[in-house]
């Protein structure tokens, strides 16, 4: 096996013996990027000579149709060891176990919100393909609408396996322990408080960085993942592009019977190789998986009176065909002072016509005083009330008003303009915490008419 990598090398073991890795990343968001593994593996000023440097094959991977605008086209060359269809062999179907895609609309429950308790890791051997459970699903993958919200659970590194998603692009968030996302463009490894993107078609391998990981997925079956407009707010602040960062050129030369997952179509399917498909030796363009910590951003918020909305907290957003609805919005809710006078601070109550999924980081969600824990996870669907806890309420009406920082917390919600479904194990886990859909009948009447 050969294994090669740019810059910023660091010694690394493992069963195969010496290896050497790169924690190398590019920065900005949505940049025409290149990179090269190995000098001069990159044509200059062309896409697809005759021949390619290094005997490499040339091989477009589009994100967009070829004729969509300049702004939101997606295009990268790779220059590969072998072309992905090298890596074909006659598919079969697998057991995508618990992983379900939109329309699945498998138990009829109550039009109520709902909630979690964290479920805890399985004992089981458990890859992350293998340890997804999905929780919702909205729209329909096969028109490219809507989402499907899931947990992840790995207890065991990928090895020799290798997998790709062609329904959608994956937004992970991870909970608990450290993941390595070894991708055909390069490396990636995120902790709790990052996320990373992958997109739709892109190769990769996830390995456990220590123990056992938990964390959570929004597949993302519509217009890939863009930084929201600023409006007003201007040319700063929320997520700022600087802080994406974009793996470096790595390629494996490695030779080695192996297993490739595909899901498409709402099924996984599954073949065996004879190499390692993560063999890009130098790509160029800006269709590619990314990273970004969470802590990097800049929140803003009324410095006066009244709680903005929630949408000044969006990080990322999947357009739809209609101006200001989005297919997803990816928000979080991070540590940031409240300086609001004569306000109800907390979030307040509201129905929306936004699906909400929510799960919690670390930390506590300010909303929410009991049983919203790490790792946990609540919906709030369209048009269905929610806010504030009895607790909350009463402590957002009383409290003092004086400058207060919310710390150590980092919460988020998946919101969708479709319906979420829950699924059979969504609806049937002992987590589910089945006397939260009632949480409003516990807030009190204050009502009086002679006292204004």
């Known amino acids: 096996m050969n294994i090669q990598k740019p810059n ?46 290094y005997g490499l094959y040339a091989e477009q991977l589009s994100g967009s149709p070829f004729t969509a605008p300049r702004t939101t086209n997606e295009r990268t060359w790779l220059y590969r060891i072998r072309p992905t269809i090298a890596n074909w062999g006659q598919f079969e179907k697998a057991d995508i176990g618990l992983w379900r895609t939109a329309p699945a609309h498998e138990v009829d429950v109550p039009i109520a919100p709902m909630r979690w308790s964290p479920i805890p890791i399985p004992a089981a ?70 996320i990373s993107v992958i997109p739709r078609g892109v190769k990769l391998r996830v390995e456990l960085l220590g123990g056992p990981a938990r964390g959570y997925v ?66 160029h363009g800006n269709y590619a998986p990314y990273k970004y910590d969470l802590r990097r951003f800049s929140p ?55 699906s909400e999924f929510m799960g919690l980081i670390y930390g506590q969600y300010d909303a929410k005083a009991h049983g919203f824990l790490p790792g946990g996870a609540s919906l709030h669907n369209c048009m269905l009330p929610h806010g504030p806890d009895h607790e909350s309420f009463e402590r957002g009406s009383n409290a003092e008003l004086k400058p207060h920082k919310l710390e150590g917390t980092m919460a988020f919600m998946f919101e969708t303009r479709f319906p979420q479904q829950v699924t059979a194990y969504s609806a049937g886990v002992d987590q589910l915490q089945k006397e939260y859909g009632t949480y409003g009948k516990k807030i009190p009447k204050y009502f009086d008419p002679n006292r204004p």
């Open 8 to 53: 910023d090398f660091s010694p690394d073991r493992s069963r195969s013996g010496q290896r050497t890795l790169t924690r190398g990343y590019m920065s900005g968001f949505g940049n025409g990027f290149e990179t090269e593994a190995l000098p001069g593996a990159l044509p200059i000023g062309r896409n697809s000579p005759q021949k390619c440097p």
């Open 300 to 354: 803003v918020g009324p410095t006066l009176f009244d709680h903005a909305d929630p949408s000044i907290f969006t990080v990322l957003t999947s357009p739809s065909e209609t101006p200001g609805t989005a297919n997803i919005d990816f928000v979080i809710f991070p540590d940031r002072w409240l300086v609001a006078e004569n306000t109800f601070r907390p979030p307040w109550y509201h129905m929306n016509v936004m």
């Open 125 to 194: 051997s458990l890859s992350f393909v293998e340890g997804i459970r999905t929780m919702t699903t909205a729209g329909d993958a096969g028109t490219q609408s809507g989402m499907g919200a899931h947990l992840y659970f790995v207890t065991r590194s990928m090895v020799d396996e290798y997998f790709y998603n062609a329904d959608a692009e994956m937004l992970l968030v991870p909970q608990e322990g450290n993941l390595r996302l070894w991708t055909e463009f390069g490396i990636i490894d995120i902790e709790p408080g990052e």
């Open 218 to 283: 929004c597949e993302n079956y519509g217009g890939a993942f863009t930084l929201p407009e600023r409006g007003p707010i201007g040319a700063n602040c929320l997520a700022n592009p600087r802080d994406f960062l974009t793996p470096t050129a790595a390629y494996e030369d490695r030779d080695t019977p192996s297993l490739l997952h595909v899901k498409w179509g709402g099924a996984l399917w599954m073949t065996t190789i004879d190499h390692s498909p993560l063999d890009v030796v130098a790509w």
